[in-house]
């Protein structure tokens, strides 16, 4: 079950702590994402990248920072100005080119602020 | 702004009968949509998806619609079974990166 891979499974944190996801993917995919999912309100795009060194904020980019250095990593941090932290991370990757691609999914990382 | 509505939020069916999940999209200019699945505690998974140029689209008992004048979208399950059971998630998107994601569906089809 490879092909991208997050870590931690799960991550407590306090208040005010910054906190770094990782995702890694050994598919071969130029764009990279990262998602947020709340109970009840889908999937929502915090970051996402389409090639190395460049990246686009989503819709909820606020609190959060990216980078891209490498092609088969996409780190998330979570910062202390994201006001509601607690949620499940999915990072995601898909390949590029035009038109829209199956995006494929890591098996998430639950961080709980407390 | 560019939104994907996704009813029902729950649905409930007896094994071996039909299941349909519907979803509304807000930019005419979407031309992809995927369905992913996404079991207990696992990651998303497309099953499903269509492209803009074809109305209806099959895989086994899985089955996708497309009515672009009225910018609808549906998921259909026949001969459903336990394993079917679920949260799916309709999503539009009109190329580049930005994909939009409806709200969820969770699908429990009792034995």
């Known amino acids: 079950d490879g092909g991208i891979t997050q870590s931690p499974k799960y991550l407590f944190r306090k208040e005010g702590q910054n906190v770094t996801l990782s995702c890694e993917q050994n598919l071969n995919h130029d764009a990279m994402y990262w998602y947020r999912q709340d109970p009840g309100q889908g999937l929502r795009l915090i970051y996402y990248?389409?090639?190395?060194?460049?990246?686009q904020k989503g819709d909820i980019a606020e609190g959060y920072s990216v980078s891209r250095e490498k092609k088969e990593s996409f780190p998330l941090t979570v910062t202390s100005a994201q006001k509601n932290p607690t949620a499940f991370y999915l990072c995601?990757?898909?390949?590029?080119?035009?038109?829209?691609?199956?995006?494929?999914f890591g098996p998430g990382t639950r961080l709980t602020v407390t | 702004g560019e939104n994907v509505e996704q009813h029902p939020s729950t649905l409930s069916v007896q094994e071996g009968d039909s299941a349909v999940i519907k979803c509304t999209y807000s930019?005419?200019?979407?031309?992809?949509f995927p369905w992913y699945k996404q079991e207990l505690g696992k990651r998303p998974q497309l099953i499903i998806d269509?492209?803009?140029?074809?109305g209806e689209k099959k895989d086994q008992r899985i089955a996708v619609t497309l009515n672009k004048t009225a910018k609808h979208f549906s998921l259909h399950i026949t001969e459903t079974q336990p394993e079917d059971s679920a949260v799916y998630f309709c999503a539009a998107s009109k190329g580049g990166f930005k994909t939009i994601f409806g709200a969820g569906t969770r699908l429990f089809v009792k034995a």
């Open positions: 269509i492209r803009s140029n074809v």
């Open positions: 995601a990757s898909s390949i590029s080119g035009t038109g829209a691609h199956e995006q494929y």
């Open positions: 990248s389409q090639i190395v060194n460049d990246f």
């Open positions: 930019d005419s200019a979407s031309n992809y």
